[in-house]
């Protein structure tokens, strides 16, 4: 196994851990850290990638931003509520004008982003190819 494989798969243990707490911590963000693990997995190791794109509750939405750049209606607007809390709450923390400036850019902009993305409804997402094919060949360490 090369370094670059080793580091690719430790970012992604890394990524897939930090995307598990944020299930249950609100303002660390899930989907991010999870399309992170995938594409970390995806240059490390075949059988993890396929394990996450395949994962009963991940995967379908996982396959429906990668493949449709697309997320349910309820993702999308639950997204943009948390971020505003979170933001609100972290700019009444802050006493500096700059950060709060430089929070709220960054909140329009991942708003933004949001808004862009496809809108599906929750069966639409749950249908978006039932399985992700899996690879072959487990070596990607030329990739």
């Known amino acids: 196994m090369t370094i670059k494989r080793m580091i690719y798969l430790v970012l992604g243990h890394v990524s897939l851990a930090l995307g598990f707490i944020g299930i249950v911590l609100p303002v660390l963000p899930t989907t991010p850290f999870l399309l992170l693990a995938s594409y970390f997995f995806y240059k490390s190791s075949g059988r993890l990638h396929d ?49 709060r400036i430089i929070m709220a850019i960054v909140g329009t902009a991942v708003t933004i982003h949001l808004l862009m993305l496809k809108a599906l409804n929750e069966d639409q997402v749950l249908e978006t190819t039932d399985e992700f094919p899996e690879n072959a060949d487990d070596d990607r360490s030329n990739t």
């Open 51 to 99: 394990w996450l794109m395949n994962h009963p509750v991940f995967g379908s939405r996982l396959r429906a931003y990668i493949e449709h750049k697309a997320v349910s209606r309820r993702t999308k607007y639950t997204a943009i509520a948390f971020l505003w809390m979170s933001l609100f709450v972290s700019m009444l923390l802050i006493d500096r004008g700059t950060v």
